[in-house]
């Protein structure tokens, strides 16, 4: 757009004439600062440490380097927990962006009736804290006096067991799904508000139907806002506890104590009490994670929306 | 920090008003992690018979979410409470990583003759004494007389007539199972194998001896394989809003639990009281009976505690006098470990309306008195169960060797705590 080469840009030297001493970008930014280092950076730091040594019951504390990162690159516990969630992910957060998308669209359509109560009820899921929400569906999934069971009783047919080790990912997907189409809906609403209205009109001119509208201006728009909501689902789903933390309770023999990477780290440490391999469970986590998130930028990045 | 205190205590509180930061003349409060509803009445009690102790009580979570907490503190050093409860399973961890005070050396020592043997074996390691018992969990059966009546079986007394019953109750009633066996707790798992004779840890301080593979495990799996291949019971997890349901509504005839089953039962379970009965729980050899524990907890004093004495007082008090032994029994239903309150007329004749005035606490005194007395905890208790509930949980859902799952636990938990540092011998 050759429009923004008109605009001329503010002169340079009005923020070097900013009035005040210079350390009032410091002293503004100093709350930030000491909160950060103080919950992110000095706990990080004192978990890379932990993972350094190995601390035993009966042996006492030793340094050891990185033969705990070692031992986690060669545990199947946590590859198995990896593996779990890449299945979760590959086919839920397809399903709950594209179901965010299309919900997007229809409210942004304006067409619809109540577009506001419409948007507050499907957003309210995620104003349900995940805590909650899996007690209300591990309740709902009952396998012997659940609703959906009675329901199937009552018209005779066999009642699915949502907690069994053959559903228990799609259960999972389905709590997941539930809390989270909302948020995501909302960050892609928000996007399609901005999208300028001459490019739907303009495209009404050229004779689109509201269906290549919608697929053809509006969702190339806010590419990258469902980018943004794609690698946000990638980084929720590895790092997902508080589902099948809970879940666990209600169907122990389906969730083991290494379901997802999360649990696995949270059972080393609190029930086994191996603090120093846990925290290397964590970074290697992270370390996945940071691959994964990197290499899904890379291959959206092509078209430049960035 | 001898025996200062009472008399001391008059002689400062007279100066206290020149000198007003006499420590003595400051009754101490104690800090008290519980998870135990009510707690605040006993230890109301405890106060007004103690002038010189007050509490500061704390729910730190049941159980795990406590010890959680627990390990945090005493890693940290500081914000650990004064006493604390603990499981009995638990005791023996929480002294392996020197979280406990020895109470032998806070004059605890004459206190072993008032409780149950096999509860004091569990707080104790030689000399050392680490927690005080406060209840237990003797296994037994509550069982629906109406079902039973209806399907014409008695109580099972042997663990023969217990698959018998199971298979029959199948044919005759496909709503109903004789009971829902709990695998994926580690806990329950335990206590039935603990009856079978089961000893998987000799602990000698950090040499181990470790047979969780054993003739107990062998004789255990093949009897629950069988039952769960003929799908003659059910295998679902416990304590879910279902299985509260399923006891509630009559899906389960028998509950396999412990002394402290019958008043839990009677909180959810209220639209079928007065149909349950207690018994024994069924026997390998009804001539040679044997029983095992699930359950039951400790109030032991903490190693980082600044006023080890005092919290010694305080809990030789509320778990050695009688007064609060019956409240607690009374008030809270705790399963008794006082040898005294066991053998007590009122306690034993107790009637529960929900048990349709039977005197339950009769059939769990006996089931106290034949827990066997020789059995010791790892000093990584909760690994060790979860492991067992993993295991175990995996083949009662997913199918597979409840044999090999014993298979697999004998050589995870032998690598764990070689990790760990310990010998082991097998």
Known sequence: MDTTATIPHPPRSRAMQWPGPRSAPILLLAPFLVLFACFLIVPLAYALVLSLFRDTLAGGTSFSGLQNYIDVLGDTNFWSGIAHMALFGLFQVPVMLALALAIAIMLDRGTIWFRNAFRLAFFVPYAVP????????????????????????????????????????????????????????????????????????????????????????????????????????????????????????????????????????????????????????SFVLGAVIAVISYLFMLGTREGGTS | MKKIHRRSLLAASAFAALAPRARAAEPVTLTVWSWLPNLQVELDMCTAANPGLKFQLTNAGQAGPEYAKLRTALKAGTGAPDIVQLELDMVRSFAQVRGLADLAQLGMADMSAQYVPYTWQEVTEGRRINALPWDSGPMGQIYREDIAKAHGFEPPRTWDEFADAAKALRKTSPDTYLTNATFSDGGWVTGLLWQAGWRPFQVDGDHLTIRIKSDATQRFAAYWQKLIDARAVDTSAGFTTDWYQSLARGRYAIWLTAAWGPVFLSQFAQSSAGKWRAALLPQWNAAAPSNGNYGGSALAITATSQHKQEAATAIRWLLGQSAPARAFASKQFLFPVLDSLLKDQSFLDTPYPFFGGQAANQVFAKASSQVGTDFQWSPFNDYFVAQIGNECGAVASSGGSLEGAFDTLQARVVRFARQQGFTVAT
């Not at chain 1, 018209?155 to 259960?171: E, R």
């Open chain 1, 130 to 281: 995940s805590v909650v929400a899996t007690l209300i569906w591990g309740y709902l999934y009952g396998p012997s006096f659940g609703p959906f069971t009675q329901a199937a009783h009552a018209l005779g047919i066999p009642a699915p067991d949502f907690l069994s080790s053959h559903w228990m990912l799609a259960s999972l997907a389905n709590v997941v799904t539930w809390e989270y189409v909302g948020y995501n809906m909302i960050i892609l609403y928000s996007a399609l508000q901005a999208v300028p209205a001459e490019l739907s009109e303009a495209a009404v001119m050229d004779g689109a139907s509201p269906w290549q509208i919608a697929l053809r201006v509006k969702v190339p728009s806010i590419r990258g806002a469902i980018v943004l909501t794609l690698i946000f689902s990638v980084i929720g789903t590895l790092q997902l506890f508080n589902e099948p933390q809970l879940l666990h309770a209600i169907s122990p023999s389906v969730i083991g104590d290494h379901y997802t990477p999360n649990v696995y780290a949270y059972a080393l440490a609190f029930t086994d009490q191996q603090y120093n391999y846990s925290a290397a469970v």
